[in-house]
């Protein structure tokens, strides 16, 4: 069966500090990847996706980037975290074709 | 587009009656509409989709209605359970890019 790993659960990092989280996938083979935020109490904005090894798509112009390094792993990075970047971030996987995406159990971020 | 910094609004149901979330769209080249369930602290959990192509769909317990001309989807929730309580997203895809991109949420309260 697929599963989809995301960590680290939760995370405290200090403005200026770099962020790497990492996402992968199991049981799959060529899945598209996507890399969402959610603020408190809002709505999941869409920040990159993936269809395919060193292929990003980046939505939002800001101070995060992604990389697909292997074909069933996702990282989302930054080089300088600003107080803004605080939010839930959720790594979500699915087949081309296939209209239902799972998702991990994300990542709650808090800069300080 | 994404109403993601807008506070979720909430939608207070009695226990065992049915419920109705709405949702409106922006995108003409949707090819499918997806509703997700999110509860506190967890991703979103896929509860059904329907085609561009379709204007009514069911599940269990849910029905899902499509006007393309307004631009406009409903989930109806059919003898509201507790269990219910949640935070209900629509989504849309884009066919020609592959990505998914949220609609505004709406907050389900279960009234005992």
């Known amino acids: 069966s697929q599963t989809i790993h995301q960590w680290p659960a939760t995370l405290v990092q200090p403005v200026g500090s770099p962020l790497s989280l990492e996402c992968t996938v199991e049981g799959t083979s060529n899945p598209n990847l996507y890399w969402y935020r959610q603020a408190a109490g809002r709505g999941l904005q869409l920040l990159f996706y993936?269809?395919?090894?060193?292929?990003i798509s980046s939505e939002v112009p800001q101070n995060l980037s992604a990389s697909r390094p292997q074909d069933r792993q996702f990282i989302l990075s930054s080089k300088k975290l600003l107080l803004s970047d605080s939010g839930f971030y959720l790594c979500?996987?699915?087949?081309?074709?296939?209209?239902?995406?799972?998702f991990g159990q994300g990542t709650r971020l808090t800069v300080v | 587009g994404e109403n993601v910094g807008l506070h979720l609004p909430t939608l207070s149901v009695q226990e065992g009656d049915n419920s109705i979330i709405n949702c409106a769209y922006s995108n003409s080249a949707s090819d499918y509409f997806i509703w997700y369930k999110q509860e506190s602290g967890k991703g979103p959990q896929f509860i059904i989709d329907?085609?561009?192509?379709?204007d009514k769909r069911q599940g269990q317990r849910v029905t899902v209605l499509l006007n393309k001309t307004v631009k406009h989807l409903s989930l109806q929730i059919a003898a509201t359970q507790p269990g219910d309580s949640a935070v209900y997203f629509c989504a849309e895809n884009i066919g020609r890019d592959d990505k998914i991109i949220f609609g505004k949420g709406t907050r389900l309260h279960i009234l005992p």
């Open positions: 979500a996987w699915r087949l081309q074709g296939n209209t239902e995406a799972f």
């Open positions: 993936s269809v395919g090894i060193g292929q």
């Open positions: 329907i085609r561009s192509n379709m």
